[in-house]
C-alpha cells in the first residue's frame, strides 16, 4: 500500500510506510503524545549505541546516508518493532517533493472522501503507520495526527494520497 504526494509540487513522489519501520526517524505513539517512559528507554538504547558505534567508528570509515536507514538493530530494538506503535514526520516527505510556495492547502484523498487541510499544518503532522507492530492494512496506509494531539482520538485514517493545492 503506498501514499502518493502530487499536485503543485516540482517532484510528485509515491511514499511505502511499510519501509519506515527500519527508518531512524520514526517515533513511538508514547514519545509523541506521552512523552513518557519510553523516551529514556530510548535513550538508554541509543546511548549504548552510541558507545558500540564509535568504537566501530575507530577502526573503519562509515559513509553517512540521509535518510538514516542502516543502522544494526540491537536485540531490544528487534522487540519494540514487533510491538510498538509508531508514527513518522511528514516534514521531510513534503521537503523532498517541494511544494509550489503558493501552495496554502492540501488534499488529503482517503476511503471515506477527502479532506482539506492547511499546507503548514501537514507539513507539522504525522502519520501513524504501524499500530502493535503490525503495519495497518484495514484502515491504512497511515493515518495523519496533528503534532499537537488534537485529533488523537480520531485521526484521519485511509489515506491514499495527499495533493497540494
Given at each position: ?88 514526520p511528514i ?12 501552495v496554502t ?61
Amino acid at each position: 500500500m503506498i501514499v502518493q504526494i502530487s499536485g503543485q509540487v516540482k517532484f510528485p513522489i509515491t511514499l511505502d510506510p511499510t519501509v519506515w519501520i527500519f527508518d531512524d526517524r520514526k517515533l513511538t505513539y508514547d514519545e509523541v503524545f506521552h512523552n513518557s517512559q519510553a523516551s529514556s528507554r530510548k535513550e538508554e538504547a541509543e546511548d549504548e549505541l552510541k558507545r558500540k558505534s564509535l568504537r566501530f567508528d575507530r577502526e573503519m570509515y562509515q559513509q553517512k546516508i540521509n535518510p538514516p536507514v542502516n543502522k544494526s538493530l540491537t536485540r531490544a530494538e528487534k522487540e519494540l518493532i514487533k510491538t510498538e506503535t509508531f508514527l513518522m514526520p511528514i516534514k521531510p516527505f513534503i521537503h523532498t517533493s517541494e511544494p509550489d510556495p503558493k501552495v496554502t492547502s492540501a488534499v488529503l484523498v482517503t476511503d471515506e472522501g477527502d479532506y482539506s487541510i492547511d499546507a503548514d499544518e501537514l507539513g507539522e503532522s504525522l502519520l501513524l503507520f504501524s499500530k502493535s507492530g503490525k503495519p495497518l492494512k484495514e484502515d491504512g496506509p497511515v493515518h495523519l495526527y496533528f503534532k499537537d494531539g488534537s485529533n488523537k482520538d480520531a485521526p484521519i485514517t485511509g489515506i491514499k494520497k495527499i495533493i497540494f493545492e
